[in-house]
């Protein structure tokens, strides 16, 4: 199994709601990533869970909260979005050490548009 | 600080051989990256380079030049479902992986 899987596909929230994103994989990984991609532009790292503490925290807003509740899971919170952050979210994973430490695994992504 | 630079857009006729090139700079460097992404779908991983030289896989080869913080991906024998857009990116270590801008191909019949 080589999938990380990321719900919901889509999502349309209000500035004022409270909704999580989810990840999912079970490759064994014990390093996991949030990443925010804009149309056009690259993957820009958000967060980096390291055998499930916080190791890397891009100065993103506390709008955004992660959470890694076992090696297999990663959600991120999202509360009092603005209209900007409307991206697609990416997760991703990949083996903690060694040469294949440089491949990420990323899921389809969650399409958020916040209104 | 860090940054990569890769050329915006490049466009090729099918068959044909392509080489996207990308420079980096940053004061801690791991490994170079390549990744595909084709519009409305993920990233998909395609080579990673740590070590000076040329990696193959199939149709697609990397290399990397790290006195010369620089390196390309080479794609042979183009064909239709290589239009997407290919970023090459740096881990610096401790699981951070910065992306370069990204370089759409377009692959014309």
């Known amino acids: 199994d080589t999938e990380v899987t990321q719900t919901p596909k889509h999502l349309v929230m209000g500035m004022t709601n409270k909704k999580s994103l989810k990840c999912e994989q079970h490759?064994?990984?014990?390093?996991m990533y949030w990443y925010k991609q804009k149309a056009k532009k690259p993957p820009e790292l958000m967060f980096v869970?390291?055998?499930?503490?916080?190791?890397i925290n891009e100065s993103v807003p506390s709008r955004f909260s992660p959470e890694c509740p076992n090696s297999s899971l990663l959600n991120l919170h999202l509360h009092a979005l603005q209209p900007e952050d409307s991206a697609l979210y990416l997760c991703a994973s990949s083996q903690d050490s060694g040469r294949d430490a440089g491949e990420l695994f990323f899921g389809e992504g969650s399409r958020l548009t916040v209104l | 600080g860090q940054s990569l630079e890769q050329p915006s857009e490049v466009t090729a006729v099918e068959g044909a051989i392509v080489q996207i090139n990308c420079t980096y700079q940053t004061s801690g460097f791991y490994g170079l990256s390549w990744y595909q992404q084709h519009d409305g779908g993920a990233p998909t991983f395609l080579s990673y380079?740590?070590?000076?030289g040329l990696e193959e896989t199939g149709r697609f080869s990397s290399f990397l030049s790290r006195s010369d913080s620089y390196g390309y991906l080479l794609l042979q024998e183009l064909q239709m479902k290589d239009s997407a857009s290919y970023f090459c990116a740096f881990d610096t270590g401790g699981f951070k992986t910065i992306f370069g801008a990204g370089t759409r191909l377009f692959v014309k019949a």
């Open positions: 490759m064994g990984h014990r390093a």
């Open positions: 380079n740590a070590l000076d």
């Open positions: 869970y390291s055998y499930e503490k916080l190791s």
